[in-house]
Nanobody, 125 residues
Framework: QVELVESGGGLVQAGGSLRLSCAAS????????MGWFRQAPGLEREFVAT???????TYGDSVKERFAISRDNAKNTVYLQMNSLKPEDTAVYYC???????????????????WGQGTQVTVSS
């Protein structure tokens, strides 16, 4: 079992930046593939980025070149640096984790076993 707690969300103007953090507790963090998803009202949960336990990174098409995912295994934390934010990035952002994943690219919500409570990101125009 692992508990995930996101932080860093807030209100920002278009073109601005935010850094989200997700702190994990419980088991050995380095065993986990970590992912970020987002969900806007009335829409399905959307893949944002993932970093495997080998630090292999994949991004969703809508955030490539603007967002960067990273992890610090010593701090049990995964980060999402979001730059050049757009109003369409407005959503609740969720951190997710799966231990010893065998999925090559974990880009679907069903690929993950654990979820945080989410943090709101609002980008004003």
């Amino acid at each position: 079992q692992v508990e995930l707690v996101e932080s860093g969300g807030g209100l920002v103007q278009a073109g601005g930046s935010l850094r989200l953090s997700c702190a994990a507790s419980g088991r050995i963090f380095s065993d986990y593939t970590m992912g970020w998803f987002r969900q806007a009202p009335g829409l399905e949960r959307e893949f944002v980025a993932t970093i495997s336990r080998y630090s292999t990174i994949t991004y969703g098409d809508s955030v490539k070149e603007r967002f960067a995912i990273s992890r610090d295994n010593a701090k049990n934390t995964v980060y999402l640096q979001m730059n050049s934010l757009k109003p369409e990035d407005t959503a609740v952002y969720y951190c997710a984790a799966v231990r010893f994943s065998t999925v090559v690219r974990a880009i679907r919500p069903v690929d993950y076993h654990y979820w945080g409570q989410g943090t709101q990101v609002t980008v004003s125009s």
